[in-house]
Nanobody
Framework: QVQLVESGGGLVPTGGSLRLSCTATGSIFSISHAGWYRQAPGNQRELVAT???????DYADSVKGRFTISRDNAAKTIYLQMNSLKPEDTAVYYC????????WGQGIQVTVSS
């Protein structure tokens, strides 16, 4: 069974940085696509960034140039480096792994103060 545990969230001022981590259990990490979604209060869940098994990345327009997704297959961990944070980045962030089934993390709060 796959479990995902996120860490690294918190409260930062506008312009600050955070790095989210998502560590997986199980044996499918290296053969799974991965990514991050976020959901702000009252909004639908939004895809933020994705990374394929071979490291090809894609980003939502709202975070391009500010966020970087990466993965360490040996550590079974996905990272989301978030720079130049804005109040509109405030949300609960969820990591996922997708093979045939999609597995989700529990979500972690990121709050950017204005």
């Amino acid at each position: 069974q796959v479990q995902l545990v996120e860490s690294g969230g918190g409260l930062v001022p506008t312009g600050g940085s955070l790095r989210l981590s998502c560590t997986a259990t199980g044996s499918i990490f290296s053969i799974s696509h991965a990514g991050w979604y976020r959901q702000a209060p009252g909004n639908q869940r939004e895809l933020v960034a994705t990374i394929t098994t071979v490291g090809i990345t894609d980003y939502a327009d709202s975070v391009k140039g500010r966020f970087t997704i990466s993965r360490d297959n040996a550590a079974k961990t996905i990272y989301l480096q978030m720079n130049s944070l804005k109040p509109e980045d405030t949300a609960v962030y969820y990591c996922y792994l997708r093979r045939v089934t999609t597995f989700w993390g529990q979500g972690i709060q990121v709050t950017v103060s204005s």
